[in-house]
């Protein structure tokens, strides 16, 4: 006979490290995530990122399946997504974007993990950035 001693809590989607603050500091908006949980067939799924001020800059998205350990300090950013594995979204920054991420309804998708960070182009010629976020599709 089993006895359950304990539940863990594994938010989804979850923070991957700390930001590289610059102008502003950057976060993901996760607790609730807006665009709802990361399960296959959620068409409306997306992640938040926000700035602490209202920053403006020019910003990419990595987005990949794999990570650099230890993390690589790229013009002074602490930079987790390996972008090798994945791809790079530029888009205009202005205090907060929603990105749209789609996730299609196929079986062969779940338990695939996904990371994503955004980097930010401010006035210093240093770059700040958000901290990583980790996905596992459901």
Do not use: C, K
Not at 17 to 41: D, I, K, M, Q, R
Not at 88 to 95: A, D, E, I, L, N
Not at 101 to 122: D, K, M
């Amino acid at each position: 006979r089993a006895t359950i001693a304990a539940i863990d809590v594994n938010p989804n989607p979850e923070a991957l490290g700390a930001g590289t603050p610059g102008v502003a500091a950057y976060s993901w908006e996760l607790a609730p995530n807006p665009g709802g949980f990361p399960e296959t067939g959620n068409l409306g799924f997306s992640l938040t990122v926000q700035a602490s001020n209202n920053a403006s800059s020019a910003a990419i998205m990595l987005l990949g399946t794999g990570v650099f350990t230890p993390p690589l300090t790229v013009l002074g950013a602490t930079v987790y997504v390996d972008p090798t594995t994945g791809m790079t979204v530029p888009f205009p920054f202005q205090g907060s974007i929603t990105i749209q991420l789609p996730i299609p309804n196929a079986r062969s998708l779940r338990g695939l993990q996904i990371f994503a960070q955004t980097v930010h182009s401010e006035a210093s010629p240093a770059l700040a950035a958000s901290p990583g976020v980790e996905i596992t599709i459901l």
